[in-house]
């Protein structure tokens, strides 16, 4: 049980796990399930116009362009029949459209991406790429006209308990060297810095990329502060990484790419952790579209009602609702908690107590943020209190000696601005 | 759904370090307990009552609060319990019961209900109570004349009142020693150094009070008694004298760090706590009250949010992007 330590003097020190902590050195592989549920992104979730029916016939790493006109695709991870198209949304609402593979036990692989991706020219694979395993997408650090001028390969992991990447780094070193150069290739980008723990220096060493070694220090590996501390280039609130011509991109995106060139194919598989209810690791490779359930079968867990399921990890993981949620392209870990180790919120104002103030890694005066917040005045948080300078650790919440839940604030908060910015937009 | 188990889904994080303000308030209770202990030993009977009053009518207001407001019953958190019993620590042994219960109806009505409960209040509750309680009743924290009828077999003065009336020559009165053990006259918890100090330090270890408040109000007090005795110690009494009398050690270890009332930030933190030092002994020195870590330590409240404005700057804050 993660508790406050006795002499709880200064700032929690929250380590990200190492790959030593995981059970059994394998990775499991997840036979594949019969039915394969694709979750497409999308930012309109219309479903007149779309170029899918129930009842097509797909491949196995086929693209598939989603709507009749317009860019949208998503990379097919099985073959087999279309079974239900429908609309489902998720966190902050996200609109998704989810897609439903009967899928057959032997593979067909598509060979479309074999062909275009023959001489590597950027312009032939960028049709391709936004689907890679290990990252939302990729071709948002693909800019032929205005290339970003360094790219940050991130070794670490997002959250506590999470090893994904530190696995990749390990057993793919060499993979990653030749990755690491496709990437160079298609981004066009010169500057790749390599970010890994002290573990895993040597095997970082190896990718021919600049290494910088940091301590794994939660949350120090999230992009923000990888700005500050290692490019000494803060992001301003308003803008992003990409505002400053720097990607973010995770090892096993990395070694995803090289995959899809020396292959010739799509990668449609995923490594994920599993965090069980004693916070137990392993990690196993499964179809990016496979449901929980199956997962959770083939290791065995039982989950119960009133547990909690989380794509993601402890500090900054999303909750799902349901056993036959689909893995997503990113998602690095699904976490399960038993029933009796879920806190419950609390329900009283803030005590000014500065635990917040004294945890954020982003120095924002959490204390004076989550007053407005809980009133609504989220302009005035943006404004007066920094709130776009957030990072996104979820380490407020976790030392909020009321338990109130500053996060989740912070990111409806965002979340409400985002939306009466765009809203601004559109009536201009 | 048929066979659909039912999550429980929330937003992240999933973890909590596990901390309350009911544990918080628990440990306040504890660390004051050695102080409360020794004060019952000393002045017997009348002083458990003091002291069981207190806690016990401070527990009740904050529960009448509760049902008039139709809040939720909020006792259990212990912070009613705490105001209580640091209200009691303040005041002489002889309190007459009235005191007691209009006592804790000032801290906990008036000073933390009627601004919405806690965290709300600017002001720390204990002491809006024993500050309306001084400027009402004179007589009542007058400890000489509370407690003439003891006698422990001690130099029976109140420090404070005897430095203000017959000057620094008392100081030689009393020992260190003495003044670390409680054997002086006083209030009921706030006379054995020695225990506020063991009990302010297990706070600070634990993370319950924030240190740089407790140790910055101590440094204020200290150098400013110090430059006035370097001035002219004829008149004015040595810094040791002023850090081990009065409400001093429970000013820095329970008094000045209350959450609601006290700043966050690293700077205001010394601010706050060296300027509350420095008027304690200024209202001593030269001003007209006795003690002056109550009227200190509430100018200093009522100046926490101006001071809080003093903050690091965010991240990405400040800076040019061409």
């Not at chain 1, 060499?174 to 496709?182: C, I, P, R, S």
């Not at chain 1, 998602?331 to 009796?340: E, G, L, N, S, W």
């Not at chain 1, 404004?383 to 979820?394: K, R, T």
């Not at chain 2, 009142?161 to 706030?190: D, T």
């Amino acid at each position: 049980m993660i508790k406050k330590p006795f002499f709880g003097l200064g700032k929690p020190k929250l380590k990200y796990s190492g790959i030593e902590n995981i059970e059994g050195k394998d990775v499991k592989e997840i036979p594949p399930s019969t039915m394969i549920t694709l979750m497409h992104k999308s930012p309109n979730g219309e479903l007149g116009d779309l170029a899918l029916s129930i009842g097509d016939e797909v491949k196995t790493g086929q693209k598939l362009n989603l709507r009749k006109t317009g860019e949208e695709y998503l990379t097919s991870t099985a073959t087999g029949t279309i079974t239900d198209i429908s609309h489902a949304s998720g966190y902050a609402g996200q609109s998704f459209i989810s897609i439903s593979i009967e899928a057959k036990s032997k593979d067909l692989w598509d060979g479309e991406f074999e062909k275009a991706g023959k001489n590597g020219s950027p312009e032939n694979v960028l049709p391709f790429l936004s689907c890679l395993p290990g990252i939302s997408d990729l071709t948002s650090l693909i800019k032929i006209d205005n290339p970003l001028n360094t790219i940050i390969i991130n070794g670490l992991d997002q959250d506590l308990l999470i090893t994904t990447n530190q696995l990749i780094v390990r057993n793919e070193a060499d993979n990653l060297a030749e990755g690491v150069e496709f990437l160079k290739k298609t981004t066009g980008v010169k500057k790749i810095i390599f970010v890994v723990p002290p573990s895993l220096r040597m095997e970082a060493e190896k990718s021919g990329a600049e290494v910088k070694v940091i301590e794994p220090l939660y949350p120090d590996a999230t992009p923000r502060l990888l700005m500050k501390e290692i490019l000494d280039n803060p992001v301003p609130p308003s803008k992003n990484l990409e505002d400053l011509g720097v990607g973010f991109i995770s090892a096993e995106a990395v070694v995803a790419l090289r995959t899809a060139f020396v292959k010739g194919k799509m990668p449609v598989t995923k490594v994920l952790t599993i965090i069980d209810k004693d916070n137990r690791l392993t990690c196993i490779k499964a179809r990016i579209g496979t449901p929980v359930r199956d997962i959770l079968n083939a290791l065995s867990i039982d989950v119960s009602q009133g547990d909690r399921l989380v794509f993601g990890g402890p500090m900054s993981g999303q909750g799902i609702y349901s056993e036959d949620m689909p893995i997503l392209a990113d998602t690095d870990a699904i976490m399960v908690q038993d029933k009796d180790q879920v806190i419950p919120i609390g329900n009283d104002p803030c005590i000014n107590c500065g635990e917040c103030v004294r945890a954020c890694p982003a120095k924002l005066p959490v204390n004076m943020l989550i007053r407005l917040l809980e009133n609504g005045l989220h302009e005035e948080a943006a404004n007066e209190y920094d709130l776009l300078s957030c990072v996104e650790c979820g380490l407020c919440s976790y030392v909020c000696e009321m338990r109130i839940p500053i996060f989740h604030y912070i990111m409806l908060g965002k979340h409400e601005l985002a939306l009466t910015g765009s809203l601004e937009e559109t009536n201009a | 759904m048929p066979n659909q188990k039912l999550f429980v889904s929330s937003h992240a994080p999933y973890w909590h370090n596990r901390s309350s303000l009911s544990a918080k308030s628990y440990n306040i209770l504890l660390a004051a307990l050695p102080a409360v202990i020794l004060g019952i030993y000393q002045y017997g009977p009348p002083a458990l009552g003091v002291v069981a009053l207190s806690v016990s009518t401070a527990m009740i207001w904050e529960l009448i609060m509760n049902y008039v407001t139709k809040r939720p019953v909020s006792i259990g958190d212990g912070n009613a319990a705490v105001i209580g019993l640091l209200l009691a620590m303040l005041l002489p042994a002889t309190t007459p019961w009235w005191t007691v219960v209009i006592g804790t109806f000032l801290a906990v009505v008036v000073g933390k209900q009627i601004f919405g409960g806690i965290g709300g209040n600017p002001l720390n509750p204990t002491l809006v109570s024993i500050a309306i309680i001084t400027l009402s009743w004179k007589g009542l924290l007058d400890f000489d004349e509370a407690l003439v009828n003891f006698d422990l077999g001690f130099y029976m003065v109140y420090p404070l009142a005897a430095l203000k009336h017959l000057g620094p020559s008392v100081v030689s009165n009393y020992s260190v020693g003495e003044l670390l053990m409680g054997q002086y006259a006083g209030a009921i918890g706030s006379t054995f150094g020695l225990g506020l100090i063991i009990g302010g330090i297990y706070l600070i270890l634990r993370g319950m009070i924030r240190w740089e408040i407790s140790i910055s109000f101590l440094v204020g007090i200290f150098v400013t008694a110090l430059l006035f005795n370097i001035s002219d110690s004829e008149k004015y009494a040595g810094p040791l004298f002023h850090l081990l009398t009065g409400y001093t050690l429970i000013g820095a270890f329970f008094l000045a760090t209350e959450d609601s009332s006290s700043p966050v930030n690293f700077i205001p933190m010394l601010i706050y706590g060296v300027c509350a030092g420095f008027l304690t002994v200024l209202i001593r020195n030269i001003g007209a009250f006795v003690d002056g870590a109550v009227f200190a330590i509430l100018m200093m409240n009522v100046a926490n949010p101006l001071l809080d404005k003093i903050r690091p700057k965010a991240l990405g804050k400040g800076i040019k992007h061409a």
